[in-house]
């Protein structure tokens, strides 16, 4: 069992505050990944035990947040590109070197290393940790490159690999010439000149990445690889020797070639970042940077250009097409009021648009940065196989010599023979195709999906949501669209109706709850001038409580109105309310903050159910989920009511949103492994404890991006069912391609200790299945 520390500053809220800390330590405790919670109320920490395998660093800080406790400080992370690696397949242990070592770096705090995908993921709390990190990760002998400087570099610079393959078989070609057929008389050994050329072109790669590992005192495959071309040289075979290297760095280099396609699911969408965006400052337009351009700044899009940045359309109408942000090529129409995202495509309309977020920050950057973590986490079975390479190569070995001792001493064959058998073993023994067939699925699979605007934050989800048998979904702008339209007022004080919403909507203003919205959107179109709450507390799952205008309002459900001592000074409600209630619609409690919390009026708010959401839900159960549940904090009879017009088999309403954690969690105990679906806002506790948690229309909410195991960028419900079914998929394929290896490699193995084969047909067979996983792999590329 692994375990780390982490310590996150907090503060908590003034009123409340202790209450809010039992209940984040309720959710931390909940989850498996939590071993110790604990807050120190004096220094504002939350000191955590937990396993980085079950729980991320970011899924605390979105926990911690979805409260209303504020973060003292963030985790940053980075992602950092990895140079030097050659022949990603053949390299297990170099992972499991790498995060060994950087894990010990002080104030690191997670590391994915997955050689692979040639990426290494850093959460970190200090500057100090990454530049130590960069220093350490230099001095095991990679390098940290850059992506982009790297996309752009020329052909052969890109493909070495395939120059070095094709210069050893220059040379190969050159030796058996001058050994076999037109020997040179001046100079009879020129042929081992040119084979020790080729042994050095072909073979400098692998030997390098053996060093490696052997500082680290563990065997690799590249070691198992240039013994056999050393030992074929110690027979005189000179020529086997280089055809098995240049074979090896060939093929080394096809599938380099090939695991490339994957990883450019980053650089394509890297390139769309836009670099200059035209502002408008004082009636003139300028070109500037988009380093340069700050929110608040008014930019101009022009028709046919890309939107520069994120931020709300204040000028002009268009239609845009999102592809890159959500993988909707239809485009969708924009207008004023809008939020528009950086790196869409503008289509036939002139648009000006206030810029909301800096380019760092833009959600085109967010998800750049999440496919390049996702591509740095391994997956548990790529894990797996790494952690018995180590192990495997030694038992190799072992069997290797056996096999010579046997072969001479017991057999008495020809030490020539037994040797050469030796040698083809090695190679076909060798596990490359095994450890590729996990990596080259899971980047291709990952990559197929930001595609389609639907993100895996890494191949453990991947492989997790290939397991789901229950779905869980959050109603409140999941199931329904999440904007709710205000229906009824009924005031019970002599508040005049527009007064009492305006109040009701200035207490809402600063809550991002779709009903809170509501609530401001039609208080802005009855044009009420909304004031700002002197004070202001949201209670996830029930409401808020705020302060206006010295008028202390508790805005929420029945729960929050009656959880008050004495809620509506004992009094039953009001019979309007059964009414509203019995039409599905949600009502809204407005009371006094006080003891005996007197109702001042209600408000009825209804929702939509998304017209995507019936089929979504038939299409999940067509592909195997087998219990599909509603969660939500809202009255039961509005649940009942859109679960019957969804088909949904079970309900579960008035949740708090621990209630929400706790259902899961009853799940889990039974040993169901249920997804659970939200819009991120105040489900993150529940998504972080799901065996995976999918959070939807999160182009534009923060939190949703954060703490989400999977995350669909637009709210086009159609995209979940594709999110399982690619899961499904790519096990399928993982095991196709775990099967074939292992298949291939006990059949080259065995033939080679009965019949025997010629090494360079042995060759050809290891390579050539590592090819054909990693071909194999591709074809998630296309998923539909
Ligand atoms: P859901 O589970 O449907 O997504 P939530 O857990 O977010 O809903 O909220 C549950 C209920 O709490 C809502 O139906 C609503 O009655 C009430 N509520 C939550 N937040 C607010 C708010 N900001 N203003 C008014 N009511 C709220
Ligand atoms: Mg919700």
Redesign the pocket.
Known sequence: MVERELDVPIVLPEEDGVECAQLLLDVLHQHNGVHVAQIDFSGGVLHLHYDPNLLEPDEVEGIVDDLGIRLGARMRHCTLALGGVSGASRCGNCALNLERELYAIPGVHKVSANPAARVVGVHYQEAEALASVERRITEMGYEVTDRRTEAQLPFWKRNIGLVWAGLTLLFLILGILAERLVPIPAFPQLYVVFFVVAYLTGGHDGAREALRDLRHGALNVDFLMIASAIGAAAIGEWAEGATLLFLFSLSGALEEFAMDRTRNAIESLTALRPTEATVRLGGQERRVPIEAVRPGDVVVVRPGEQVTVDGVVVRGQTSVDQAAITGESIPVSKGLGDEVFAGTMNQEGAVDVRCSKEAKDSTLAKVIDLVAEAQSERAPTQRLIDRFAHPYAVGVLVTVTLVLLVGVFLLERPFMDVFYRAITLLVVASPCALVISTPASILSAIAAGARNGVLFKGGVHLENAATIDTVAF?????LTTGRPELLDIVVFDSLSETEFLRLVASA?RR?E?P??RA?VRAAQTRDLALVEPEHFQ?M?????RATVEGRRLL???ER?LLGQSDGNGGRPLPPEVAALQAEGK?V?FVSDDHHSARLLGVLAVADMVRPIAAQAVRELRSIGVKNIVM?????RLVADRIAGELGIDQVHAD?L?VG?VQVVKDYLDQGVRPAMVG?G???APALALATVGIAMGAAGTDVALETADVVLMSDDLSKLPFALRLSRRSRRIIAQNMAFALGMMVFLALATLSVGIPLPLGVVGHEGSTLIVVLNGLRLLRTK
């Open positions: 959050d109603k409140t702008g999941t809402e809550s709850h009903i809170a609530l949201s996830p799952g029930q409401g808020v805005v929420g459900n929050l949600t809204i969660l939500t904090g809202d009255h949740l949103p929400k819009d806002v105040n489900d």
